[in-house]
């Protein structure tokens, strides 16, 4: 079963456009929603949420129409954007209340629980609180009607490395339940690679691929080397190339290469560096 489906979105501002998103996010599983600043991640999300319509496709949210099932499917997603949207002079202890009342299934009990795990103060107003602390508060309040599926909108830009990794660690313990499953947009590529299974790159507003991150990873390699040398490289291996100080590096799809060329790993950033300007693309 997929915790969600989008088949075929789409959807246009003037200057952009969704054309043709699809991918599936496999119930259990993180996926990794990537792409550079406005390639189309947080309307495709909106999309998904129903706070966007769309023009034109079709979403499943646990096998079921997401606007057909709305209220009912709401009940098991929580939902964290790069910025905490509740009013600034409340504090967690308010909003314990508040959420009460959106939620039959809210539970008190666990959302105290993971503020005093968090270490959230659960006193001071809202507008009070570090970034960091937001950002917990943020996945506290996400999490205490225990969803199914969380879909996460940048939750760890502009966090530092310490509280990103502590962040990452809060998602990882939500995944220890196998039916749980996470949506999660970035572009701090690291945080994906330590906790995504799935990596679904958005390119201008259409996917470029969307697959398992082990295979990903494995099905490129990095070659660094001379023109000369590169020259001897099969044309169809090659996805993306850049120029490097003394020579250049050409991102190669592995096993169309023989295994005589020496190859460097890729990370996720490296693969969406060369897809996007190694002049495959424009
Ligand atoms: N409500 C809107 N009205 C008009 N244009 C919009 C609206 N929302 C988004 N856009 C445009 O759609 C494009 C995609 O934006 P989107 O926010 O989906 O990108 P993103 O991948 O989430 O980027 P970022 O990583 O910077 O958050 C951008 O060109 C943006 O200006």
């Known amino acids: 079963m997929n915790a969600l489906e989008i088949h075929d979105l789409h959807k246009s501002f003037e200057?952009?456009?969704?054309?043709?998103?699809?991918?599936?996010?496999?119930?259990?599983?993180?996926?990794?929603?990537?792409?550079?600043?406005?390639a189309g991640k947080s309307t495709t999300?909106?999309?998904?949420?129903?706070?966007?319509?769309?023009?034109?496709?079709?979403?499943l949210l646990f096998g079921k129409d997401h606007i057909e099932h709305e209220l009912e499917i709401k009940s098991d997603i929580g939902v964290v954007f790069d910025d905490l949207h509740v009013p600034e002079v409340l504090n967690a202890t308010q909003l314990d209340k508040f959420m009460a009342k959106v939620f039959p299934n809210w539970d008190s009990a666990y959302y105290f629980e993971r503020l005093t795990q968090f270490k959230v103060p659960s006193k001071k107003k809202v507008k009070e609180l570090s970034r960091g602390m937001k950002m917990k508060l943020s996945i506290a309040l996400a999490l205490s009607h225990h969803p199914k599926?969380?879909?996460?909108?940048?939750?760890?830009?502009?966090?530092?490395?310490?509280?990103?990794?502590?962040?990452?660690?809060?998602?990882?313990?939500?995944?220890?339940?196998?039916?749980?499953?996470?949506?999660?947009?970035?572009?701090?590529?690291?945080?994906?690679?330590k906790i995504a299974d799935y990596i679904t790159f958005i390119h201008n507003g259409g996917i470029l691929f969307s697959q398992s991150?082990?295979?990903?990873?494995?099905?490129?390699?990095?070659?660094?080397?001379?023109?000369?040398?590169?020259?001897?490289?099969?044309?169809h291996a090659i996805v993306g190339q850049r120029n490097g100080a003394f020579g250049v590096e050409i991102l190669v799809?592995?096993?169309?290469?023989?295994?005589?060329?020496?190859?460097?790993?890729?990370?996720?950033?490296?693969v969406m560096l060369f897809y996007v300007k190694g002049g495959i693309l424009t």
């Open 149 to 193: 599926l969380l879909i996460l909108d940048e939750p760890t830009s502009g966090l530092d490395p310490i509280i990103r990794d502590e962040i990452l660690d809060l998602f990882l313990e939500f995944m220890q339940d196998n039916t749980h499953s996470i949506l999660f947009s970035s572009h701090i590529t690291s945080d994906l690679e």
């Open 253 to 270: 799809r592995k096993y169309e290469v023989s295994e005589a060329f020496i190859l460097e790993k890729p990370s996720i950033e490296d």
């Open 15 to 38: 200057g952009f456009a969704l054309k043709n998103v699809s991918f599936s996010l496999p119930q259990g599983t993180v996926m990794g929603f990537v792409g550079e600043n406005g």
């Open 45 to 59: 999300i909106k999309c998904v949420l129903n706070l966007l319509k769309k023009k034109h496709g079709e979403i």
């Open 213 to 235: 991150k082990d295979v990903l990873l494995h099905e490129y390699g990095i070659f660094k080397g001379t023109i000369e040398e590169a020259s001897a490289l099969p044309e």
